[in-house]
Nanobody
Framework: HVQLVESGGGSVQAGGSLRLSCAFD????????MAWFRQAPGKEREGVAS???????IYANSLKGRFSISIDNAKNSLDLQMNSLKPEDTAMYYC???????????????????WGQGTQVTVS
C-alpha cells in the first residue's frame, strides 16, 4: 500500500534552513498532487505547499519566497526547502498525496488520502 515517510526535521536557529524529504513508493498509482502541511501546537493543520503532476505549485501566501517544493522522481522524494526560518515555523510537518481528481482547494485536508507520520521542525 502507499506509504509516505518524512525526514529532515530538526532544531535550527532563526534565519537558518532545513530541507525536508518525503519518500514515496515508486509503485504507487500516479499522484495527481502532493503537498506539505504543518501543524503547530494548539493550532489547526495548514497547507504549506502543493505540487501537481503537471509541475504547477502553490504556496501559502505567508511562505512565498522562503519555502520551495520540488519532486525528485529518480529518488522518489518530495522535498521542501525551507529558508529564513522563523520561530513561528515551528510545527510538525506532514507530507500528503492523492491520485484522485479534485475540484476544491488543494490545501483542504480532504484532498489527500495518504499521509505520512510527520517530522518535527523547531526554530528557536
Amino acid at each position: 500500500h502507499v506509504q509516505l515517510v518524512e525526514s529532515g526535521g530538526g532544531s535550527v536557529q532563526a534565519g537558518g534552513s532545513l530541507r525536508l524529504s518525503c519518500a514515496f513508493d515508486a509503485y504507487t498509482p500516479a499522484n495527481v498532487r502532493m503537498a506539505w502541511f504543518r501543524q503547530a501546537p494548539g493550532k489547526e493543520r495548514e497547507g504549506v505547499a502543493s505540487l501537481a503532476s503537471d509541475g504547477s505549485s502553490i504556496y501559502a501566501n505567508s511562505l512565498k519566497g522562503r519555502f520551495s517544493i520540488s519532486i525528485d522522481n529518480a529518488k522518489n522524494s518530495l522535498d521542501l526547502q525551507m529558508n529564513s526560518l522563523k520561530p513561528e515555523d515551528t510545527a510538525m510537518y506532514y507530507c500528503a498525496s492523492d491520485s484522485r481528481p479534485w475540484q476544491g482547494s488543494w490545501f483542504n485536508d480532504a484532498a489527500y488520502a495518504v499521509w505520512g507520520q510527520g517530522t518535527q521542525v523547531t526554530v528557536s
